[in-house]
C-alpha cells in the first residue's frame, strides 16, 4: 500500500521551515526518507523504527507516531541545498520488513 | 567500488528489442532491490534479493520483466519485448541487512523505447 505523502509541493525562502508528512493506512515497522535532486538518485536522509522516536541530522529530524501510522520530516532554517523531491518509503509490519514502499514525493523548492 | 554502479546509464531501443540493464552493488551489500521511476513519479518497487533467499518478484509488471543476481554481487534486470511504457529510469539499490540501513541508490539506466 502506497503511503500517501503531503503536501504535494512547498516553496521557501532560504531561513524558512517547512514540514513534510506521509501517513499509511496499514500499521508500520519503518518508515525511510530520501531527497531526489533533478536527474540524480535518491540519497538516504534517515531511517525510523517502530518503537522508535525522532531522529535528526543536521536542521533535518522526522518523526514517527506508529499510532497515527505516519511520519514527518522537518527542515527548519531551510538551506538552497536542500532543494530536490523528498520521498518516505515504508515498510508495513507483518510484511517484508526491508522492502520499501515509496510515496509520491513531495517537491521542495528553496529560494534566496 | 564505493557506490552502486548501473550500466548503462542511457538506453535507447527500438520497441519489440529485448534489454538487459546491470547493477553492482556495494560489496558486502546483501540486499539488492531494482525499482522503476517513470517521469515525474515516485519509485515502483520491481524485485529484491536477499542472500540466497528466493527473491522477491512481486513487484514485477509483466513476465516480459526478469531479474537475476550472481551470489551478492552482480544483478541483470532483462525487459523482452520492450514497450513504450516502459520507458523509464530503473535505478537500483543495496543495503546491509538489518534494521538500521538504509539504502544506497545507484544513478540509474534511463530507458527509452521509442
Known amino acids: 500500500q502506497q503511503p500517501v505523502q503531503s503536501p504535494q509541493a512547498v516553496i521557501l525562502r532560504e531561513g524558512e521551515d517547512a514540514v513534510i508528512n506521509c501517513s499509511s493506512s496499514?500499521?508500520?515497522?519503518?518508515v525511510h526518507w530520501y531527497r531526489q535532486k533533478h536527474g540524480e538518485a535518491p540519497v538516504f536522509l534517515m531511517i525510523l523504527l517502530k518503537g522508535g522516536e525522532q531522529k535528526g541530522h543536521e536542521k533535518i529530524s522526522a518523526s514517527f507516531n506508529e499510532k497515527k501510522q505516519q511520519s514527518s520530516l522537518y527542515l527548519t532554517a531551510s538551506q538552497l541545498s536542500y532543494s530536490g523531491t523528498y520521498f518516505c518509503?515504508?515498510?508495513?509490519?507483518?510484511?517484508?520488513?526491508?522492502?520499501?514502499?515509496f510515496g509520491k514525493g513531495t517537491l521542495l523548492t528553496v529560494n534566496p | 567500488g564505493a557506490g552502486v554502479s548501473q550500466s548503462p546509464s542511457n538506453k535507447v531501443t527500438e520497441k519489440g528489442k529485448d534489454v538487459e540493464l546491470r547493477c553492482d552493488p556495494i560489496s558486502g551489500h546483501t540486499a539488492l532491490y531494482w525499482y522503476r521511476q517513470r517521469l515525474g513519479q515516485g519509485l515502483e518497487f520491481l524485485i529484491y534479493?536477499?542472500?540466497?533467499?528466493?527473491?522477491?518478484k512481486s513487484g514485477l509488471p509483466s513476465d516480459r520483466f526478469s531479474a537475476e543476481r550472481t551470489g551478492e554481487s552482480v544483478s541483470t534486470l532483462t525487459i523482452q519485448r520492450t514497450q513504450q511504457e516502459d520507458s523509464a529510469v530503473y535505478l537500483c539499490?543495496?543495503?546491509?541487512?538489518?534494521?538500521?540501513?538504509?539504502?544506497?541508490f545507484g544513478s540509474g539506466t534511463r530507458l527509452t523505447v521509442v
Open positions: 539499490a543495496s543495503s546491509l541487512m538489518g534494521l538500521n540501513y538504509g539504502y544506497t
Open positions: 496499514k500499521a508500520l515497522y519503518s
Open positions: 518509503g515504508t515498510a508495513n509490519s507483518g510484511g517484508s520488513n526491508y522492502k520499501l514502499t
Open positions: 534479493f536477499q542472500g540466497n533467499s528466493a527473491p522477491d
